[in-house]
């Protein structure tokens, strides 16, 4: 079974600076998605960056890029120039790819992130 | 693009009545859909996966004739929660998605059962 950790439960940044959140997963797959969302204070799930496991390059959205690590099944969030709007909880979340069918998500507990002026 | 919306955003119902909420891709059309309850501070727990068509698989511990999915269509995914307890109370959230793609999620409906 695939698991999905986050092992900082907070963590707080200045405004106009640059944090980096953590997530690993396990898994015994070879063909996967890895997603990281945000949900601010509205609960709306929004899609932050999406990376497909059999791309080496680093996703990137902006602001928003990441540091895949396949080999050692690690999927780092990093967020430049915070803003305040960034305040959310972040979820790092794991989808293996069945065929032709949708696989589920499996998400890690969350970061509550704190941008602070 | 990949627009979901969801309705009720929030509702209050007495114990013992029925409360459906609805679930719809504005902009896409969704092969698969999803469901999840949240509990306050914590992450999405997956109740149920839904294909447009079929019947709904459903997650161990989920109480299927409670949660009642009917995904009649590609843009319409609907969930029915039966004869509603207080200990159902929750953050409902679906999502939506295209074979393989990208889940997009709705803004959820709160439910408060009296």
């Known amino acids: 079974a695939q698991t999905v950790t986050q092992s900082q439960p907070e963590m707080s940044v200045q405004e106009a600076e640059t944090v980096t959140l953590s997530c690993t997963y396990d898994?015994?797959?070879?063909?996967?998605?890895l997603f990281w969302y945000k949900q601010p204070p509205s609960r709306q799930m929004i899609l932050v960056i999406r990376q497909e496991a059999y791309k080496q390059q680093n996703a990137t959205e902006n602001r928003f890029s990441v540091n895949f690590q396949k080999a050692a099944k690690s999927f780092s969030l990093k967020i430049s120039d915070s803003q305040l709007g960034d305040t959310a909880m972040y979820f790092c979340?794991?989808?293996?790819?069945?065929?032709?069918?949708?696989?589920?998500?499996?998400f890690g507990k969350g970061t509550k992130l704190s941008v602070k002026p | 693009g990949a627009v979901v919306s969801q309705h009720p955003s929030r509702v209050i119902c007495k114990s013992g009545t029925s409360v459906k909420i609805e679930c719809r891709s504005l902009?896409?059309?969704?092969?698969?859909m999803f469901w999840y309850r949240q509990f306050p501070k914590q992450s999405l727990m997956l109740m149920a996966t839904?294909?447009?068509?079929?019947?709904?698989?459903?997650e161990q511990g989920v109480e299927k004739d409670k949660f009642l999915i009917n995904h009649a269509s590609l843009t319409l995914s609907t969930l029915t929660v039966t004869s509603a307890h207080p200990e159902d109370s929750s953050f409902y959230i679906c999502s939506a998605s295209r074979v393989q793609d990208t889940q997009y999620f709705g803004p959820g409906t709160r439910l408060t059962v009296l």
């Open positions: 979340a794991f989808m293996k790819r069945i065929g032709g069918s949708q696989g589920n998500l499996i």
């Open positions: 898994t015994s797959e070879s063909n996967y998605y």
């Open positions: 902009d896409f059309q969704a092969t698969t």
């Open positions: 839904s294909n447009e068509g079929s019947k709904a698989t459903y």
